[in-house]
């Protein structure tokens, strides 16, 4: 069975620090690229950060560049975020993403989300 567990969300003060982890299991982890999305009240889920299935190549987006960070442990099949920095914009809930693309098929799956709430 498929498992993406977050964790690591909660309450923080603006220019506060939060680690998210995303524990996975039922999958070859180190097989697929991994990303965190975030999703805030009334928008659309939007593409935070993403990391290569061996760990070598990451990107995000331009809100978040310098402040957070995406790594992977193939070892402890989890991927981390770690954000730093946090602005009230940062609210939202997080879900961690695992995707895996073939010639053959593509192979998507998500986690439930953890609340992050930047606010005084």
């Known amino acids: 069975q498929v498992q993406l567990v977050e964790s690591g969300g909660g309450l923080v003060q603006p220019g506060g620090s939060l680690r998210l982890s995303c524990a996975a299991s039922?999958?070859?982890?180190?097989?697929?690229?991994m990303s965190w999305y975030r999703q805030a009240p009334g928008k659309e889920r939007e593409l935070v950060a993403a990391?290569?299935?061996?760990?070598?190549?990451?990107s995000y987006v331009d809100s978040v560049k310098g402040r957070f960070t995406i790594s992977r442990d193939n070892g402890k099949n989890t991927v981390y975020l770690q954000m730093n920095s946090l602005k009230f914009e940062d609210t939202g809930v997080y879900f961690c993403?695992?995707?895996?693309?073939?010639?053959?098929?593509?192979?998507?799956?998500w986690g439930q989300g953890t609340q992050v709430t930047v606010s005084l």
């Open positions: 039922g999958f070859t982890f180190s097989s697929y690229g």
């Open positions: 993403h695992a995707r895996k693309i073939e010639i053959y098929g593509t192979w998507d799956y």
């Open positions: 990391i290569a299935s061996a760990g070598g190549s990451t």
